[in-house]
């Protein structure tokens, strides 16, 4: 049996945190951007993970080609 973190957020509640849509963090999810783990019907993700998926939202750490130019 896996160990859950005793810390786990829905993907309902993280999003009401840090201001996004849970449909929005489920597509993350799906496209292995933000750690999550589904208990039954409900995913669930933690604080630290959120952080993360934060930070490697960073404008430094994208390619040049992805940024767009601003006028």
């Known amino acids: 049996m896996i160990k859950l973190p ?3 957020l829905t993907l309902a509640e993280a999003g009401g945190k840090y ?3 849970p449909g929005t963090l489920k ?3 799906n496209r292995g951007r933000l ?5 039954g019907r409900v995913w669930y993700t933690t604080d630290e993970a959120m952080k993360r998926y934060i930070q ?3 404008l430094e750490k994208i390619p040049k ?5 601003r006028h």
């Open 27 to 29: 597509d993350y999810v």
């Open 65 to 69: 080609r992805y940024k767009r130019k």
């Open 19 to 21: 201001g996004f849509s």
């Open 6 to 8: 005793k810390n786990l």
């Open 35 to 39: 750690e999550a783990v589904k208990k």
């Open 56 to 58: 490697s939202r960073d």
